[in-house]
């Protein structure tokens, strides 16, 4: 069994961006078949008392070296996001002038968690995004 078969499931999402800004939602991560899945991702944030929904689609694709995320919607629908090589600790996205470094950590079949860094010309972004199962 690979391990992000464990990750399948509804999950709740406690996200911090720059240490200040707080994203709450839910994550749906379901098997489609032997090495894909979907990552749907639905989260709110009240910022300056205004309240901002989005939602993050990928597919993924497992198999024994990797752990691609793959766009999902939009005009980059089906284009790679991220690749985590399972020996290596951080994967890269370069999109224009930024760079995304993220990690993936799953620590049980109960939490996990994803750590961004967005840095670019106008960009220093860190997000901090914990993932706990639900019931």
């Known amino acids: 069994m690979k391990k992000i078969d464990l990750l399948v499931g509804k999950w709740n999402i406690k996200k911090k961006l720059n240490n200040r800004i707080i994203i709450s939602g839910k ?19 009240y910022i300056n008392n205004n ?8 597919k993924i694709f497992s198999n ?32 224009n002038k930024d760079v995304y470094l993220m990690k993936l950590n799953i620590f049980s079949n109960n939490f996990f968690n994803i750590l961004t860094k ?18």
């Open 27 to 45: 994550l749906r991560l379901k098997k489609i078949n032997h090495q894909n899945y979907n990552f749907f991702e639905e989260t709110e944030t």
């Open 51 to 58: 309240l901002l929904n989005s939602f993050q689609n990928f």
């Open 64 to 95: 024994d070296k990797n752990v691609d995320f793959y766009f999902n919607t939009g005009i980059d629908k089906n284009k790679l996001y991220q690749s985590f090589n399972r020996k290596k600790k951080y994967s890269f996205y370069y999109c």
């Open 118 to 135: 967005i840095s670019g010309p106008t960009k220093n972004i860190f997000i901090f995004a914990n993932y706990y199962r639900t019931i």
